[in-house]
């Protein structure tokens, strides 16, 4: 996809202006991609008619060119689309009545679980979960199972078959128990029907809660945006969940669920462990649905953070041989400001998946910071200049090996090297190296 929209933007470039035929031609591509992301067809039409009066509209300022701007428009116009601001639930009750629907194997009971375990960690809440599933005894158990692993009591009424009434009494011993929040699960079915929704109806009228809540698998793609109509038909809620959001769907559902019921998006469900919930952030979602990863937010870190003066002065540095180990270090702390090692790599996309495994140190530059600071001034800015003494001094004092100050001057060797045949066009000899 996000391919799809290079190419559409790239038809941009080179034409100084946003005008009504490149446009155009841009936005077909644009719908195309959307489309590719599971948006619905009418959502994505109207987006980019949107899209299309903002980008005509425009000035264009002659620093951007008019692709960049595209961009913009189309991410902005994408997160604006999907709710601007995070919002959260309303707590004010007490106790505050959630309730949750959805169809079954939507992620309901588990994100039950999740929230519970969310708002426990606020610590100035006491939640509590009560099963109202009542056609599989495993429903029942299963919410238990949750319960017991993030601490938080499950109210439940085994034989008990009217859900309205296991709801009232689960509200009753939370407000004689001091829970101020309670989180009532609820049975689905596989689709949308009659005896569902006049269950769900019932105890929604019943119980009068804060917030209702509708969990939807974003998975399922075109579906979402039907069943969450049907529901919100009858329930008129107030918020939806997304999840199973760690899989690779690009999330298109989203974008097509808030236009088609207008309700927002609170949290997102992100794998099955209790700690995979997330607050829905609008931009993260539509950098999603184009593909992008966080790349635009990584670009902007990494420029907010590297002084371009110190660039162009490192660049004169290299050009005249005067490259030493202080620059070396001051490059790594640069590196080190743009923020956690692991978090900047999971935010390229595709990565971040094979990351969440990965131990990456966030010390991995610690050895060489260590080696660095036990030389002298004039060893820094003399790369050539160590012998064995040197080197075992150095080792010794930043707690380090004769073999880890040699692998370290090898590398700086090699990389002042590289920039020097970068800097001095030699592109050639480079490649042969590298061949080599
Ligand atoms: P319910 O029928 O609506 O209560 O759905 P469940 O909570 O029982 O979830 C159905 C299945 O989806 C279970 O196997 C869950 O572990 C799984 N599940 C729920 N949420 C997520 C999620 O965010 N990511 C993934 N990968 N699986 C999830
Ligand atoms: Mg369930």
Excluded: W
Aim: hydrophobic share 40%; charged share 25%; aromatic share 4%.
């Amino acid at each position: 996809l996000s391919e799809k929209l290079d190419s559409a933007l790239h038809l941009l470039k080179g034409h100084g202006s946003i005008t009504e035929v490149n446009v155009a031609e841009t936005l077909k591509e644009v719908r195309r991609a959307l489309l590719d992301a599971d948006v619905n067809f009418k959502t994505a039409k109207e987006f980019t008619n949107t899209v299309k009066e903002k980008a005509l509209g425009q000035n264009v300022l002659t620093t951007l060119q008019p692709g960049q701007l595209m961009v913009k428009i189309v991410k902005d116009e994408l997160t604006e689309l999907m709710g601007g601001d995070a919002e959260g639930i309303d707590l004010s009750g007490n106790p505050s009545v959630i309730l949750m629907s959805g169809l079954q194997g939507s992620g309901k009971t588990t994100f039950s679980g999740k929230l519970a375990n969310y708002l426990k960690n606020k610590k100035t809440k006491k939640p509590l979960l009560v099963a109202c599933d009542v056609y599989r005894p495993a429903a029942i158990d299963q919410l238990h199972v949750v319960g017991d692993q993030i601490h938080v009591e499950v109210f439940s009424d085994k034989g008990n078959q009217d859900p309205v009434a296991i709801a009232k009494a689960g509200i009753a011993h939370a407000k004689a128990n001091g829970h101020n929040v309670v989180i009532i699960d609820t049975a689905g079915r596989l689709a949308v029907d009659e005896t569902m929704m006049n269950e769900i109806s019932n105890i929604h009228k019943a119980i009068k809660p804060q917030e209702t809540l509708f969990v939807v698998d974003a998975m399922t793609g075109q579906d979402a945006v039907n069943t969450a109509k049907a529901f919100n038909d009858i329930l008129n809620f107030d918020g939806v969940i997304l999840t199973k959001l760690d899989g690779d769907t690009r999330g298109g559902a989203a974008l097509s669920i808030k236009s088609v019921v207008n309700k927002p998006i609170k949290f997102i469900g992100t794998g099955e462990k209790m700690e995979a919930i997330d607050v829905f952030y609008p931009s993260r979602m539509a950098d999603r649905i184009l593909g992008m990863g966080d790349v635009v937010s990584l670009v902007e870190r990494a420029q907010e953070q590297y002084d371009e003066a110190e660039a162009r002065k490192l660049q004169k540095k290299i050009a005249k041989n005067q490259f030493g180990f202080d620059d070396f270090l001051n490059q790594i702390q640069q590196i080190k400001k743009m923020g956690n090692m692991k978090d900047l790599m999971g935010m390229i996309p595709g990565v971040g998946k094979m990351m969440k495994n990965v131990d990456i140190d966030d010390d991995a530059f610690k050895g060489i910071e260590a080696i660095i600071h036990s030389m002298t001034p004039k060893e820094r800015a003399n790369p050539g200049i160590f012998d064995a003494s040197r080197k075992k001094r150095i080792a010794k004092g930043s707690g380090t090996s004769v073999q880890q100050v040699n692998q370290l001057l090898k590398q700086f060797n090699q990389m002042s090297k590289m920039m020097k045949m970068m800097q001095g066009g030699g592109g050639k000899k480079m490649m042969q190296m590298m061949q080599n």
